[in-house]
């Protein structure tokens, strides 16, 4: 059950390509991490540029003002993914918001958390908890 949070500046992506992404990056999940899709969740942010800082200064007063700038965090549990699936999903990903937004060769940032599957869940149940009910 990967659960994926994206953000992004405010006003910078229509909802034509919120929609790209989200069906992208599934897609992603699904064939490069080999996840189940019905159990992908992606969550969108969007911060104002007052929000997001680079090197101490919001984008709005940055040589980064009129760059595309996103953030992908993906969770998992730890264990069920390798570093080649992570580096592969990294490139991939950062392909894709190429290709969804334009470039923006140096405010991509990405974050694969492997969390410990008794301290995350859903349904009120951790991913040990499922992990026995499904055995």
């Keep these: 059950m990967p659960f994926v949070n994206l953000k992004l500046v ?7 390509q919120k929609k ?19 159990l992908t969740v992606i969550t969108i942010d969007e911060l104002g540029r007052d929000n997001w800082a680079i090197g101490g200064k919001t984008l709005e007063h940055t040589s980064h003002e009129n760059k595309i700038v996103s953030f992908v965090n993906i969770k998992v549990s730890k264990g069920t993914t390798n570093s080649d699936e992570m580096a592969r999903m990294m490139k991939a990903t950062k392909n894709l ?31 040990t908890e499922r992990g026995k009910m499904e055995q």
Excluded: A, P
């Excluded at 405010?10 to 034509?16: G, L, M, R, Y």
């Excluded at 290709?99 to 951790?126: A, K, P």
């Design 97 to 127: 918001l190429v290709g969804v937004l334009g470039n923006s060769d140096e405010t991509n940032y990405f974050i694969i958390d492997e969390l410990n599957s008794d301290g995350w869940g859903f349904d009120g149940h951790s991913m």
């Design 20 to 38: 790209k992404l989200i069906e992208g990056i599934t897609d992603l999940i699904v064939n490069i991490m080999g996840r189940d899709r019905d």
């Design 10 to 16: 405010k006003d910078q992506v229509s909802s034509e």
